[in-house]
């Protein structure tokens, strides 16, 4: 079992910058690939990047590619999401989970966090 817990979401105008992090529990964490999605209102909750377990090999959604950065850090059990140049269509609850596959699609990922609001303002 594996608990996730997401922070560092807010409130940022466009163009600005957010690091999100994912805190996850269990000495197992390095076994796991870990992925970043978001949902926005009233829409599917989307693939945003995925990171290895050594952290080695990364994949973004073209919609992302170039101004996000997923990173982990396996001795304190986190994994990253930089965020820059952000766009109001960014604005969503953003998830991290964890899984065995490096795939988007979120059907795949075994343990979920409970998310975090991102709101992009113009």
């Known amino acids: 079992q594996v608990q996730l817990v997401e922070s560092g979401g807010g409130l940022v105008q466009a163009v600005g910058s957010l690091r999100l992090s994912c805190a996850a529990s269990?000495?197992?964490?390095?076994?796991?690939?870990m992925g970043w999605f978001r949902q926005g209102s009233g829409k599917e909750r989307d693939f945003v990047a995925v990171?290895?377990?050594?952290?080695?090999?990364?994949y973004y959604a073209n919609s992302v590619k170039g101004r996000f950065a997923i990173s982990r850090d396996n001795a304190k059990n986190t994994v990253y999401l930089q965020m820059n140049s952000l766009k109001p269509e960014d604005t969503a609850v953003y998830y991290c989970?964890?899984?065995?596959?490096?795939?988007?699609?979120?059907?795949?990922?075994?343990?979920w966090g409970q998310g975090t609001q991102v709101t992009v303002s113009s």
């Open positions: 990171i290895s377990g050594s952290g080695d090999s990364t």
């Open positions: 989970a964890a899984g065995m596959h490096p795939v988007s699609e979120s059907r795949l990922y075994d343990f």
């Open positions: 269990g000495r197992t964490f390095k076994s796991f690939v």
